[in-house]
């Protein structure tokens, strides 16, 4: 099985043969590129697989997982095609790597925390968690897709309280959604704009290595 997407890997040190390890999917946001997000999980290599993926979409100086028609609208076919593409790409990672297919983990800023929330509720039992920075999740999502997220699913949201990119109460309104699914969601809130603070970026490493104990 071979993939058309474009990746960046980091693997765990001093793998031991014949062990699988947890995988962390990593997603940038829209006009960026693969390299930009790997500061962001600096140090996680030693537990995980990463793959931070390129969108298949040129977008400026970078790349997009999708094209958007208006303020929070998402053009419906070429966000699908996205996430048909980025699923088919877990699941080649993990047909081809060493990882363990219980404990795949999805991290995105804004586009990619977009097109991540959206994965964990389409993927089933094959997503463990999700770290969501600073995303929403499309109307469309969660009136026509068919949502089915995992018995074991947890999720990590957080938001700027001054973004003004992305408005900080669709941050809230995702905490909402993913609650009335029954999904434990942890929520953080800075006082940034369309950013991952330092402090952001402690939490949500802190809440990823919790999560991978339980």
Request: cysteine-free.
């Amino acid at each position: 099985m071979e993939t058309e997407m474009k990746y960046e890997l980091r693997r765990p040190k001093n793998m031991i043969p014949g062990k699988k390890y947890p995988a962390l999917f990593v997603m940038h946001g829209i006009g960026s590129n693969e390299q930009n997000m790997l500061s962001l999980v600096n140090g996680l290599e030693d537990s995980f697989f990463i793959f931070s993926i390129r969108g298949h979409l040129t977008q400026g100086p970078g790349f997009a997982y999708f094209t958007i028609q208006g303020y929070g609208k998402p053009h419906r076919e070429v966000f699908d095609d996205g996430i048909k593409k980025l699923a088919k790409f877990i699941e080649y990672a993990s047909i081809n790597y060493e990882i363990d297919p219980h404990q795949l983990y999805l991290l995105g800023f804004s586009q990619g925390a977009i097109v991540s929330m959206t994965l964990a509720l389409t993927l089933g039992n094959k997503i463990k968690g999700v770290v969501a920075l600073s995303g929403y999740i499309p109307q469309f999502v969660k009136e026509e897709y068919i949502t089915n997220p995992g018995k074991h699913l947890s999720v990590f949201i957080s938001h700027g309280e001054f973004d003004q990119v992305l408005p900080y109460e669709w941050g809230k309104e995702n905490v909402d959604y993913f609650t009335e699914l029954g999904i434990p969601v942890t929520f953080k809130s800075y006082l940034e704009g369309h950013t991952v603070s330092e402090k952001n970026l402690q939490d949500f490493k802190s809440w990823i290595l919790n999560d991978l104990q339980r």
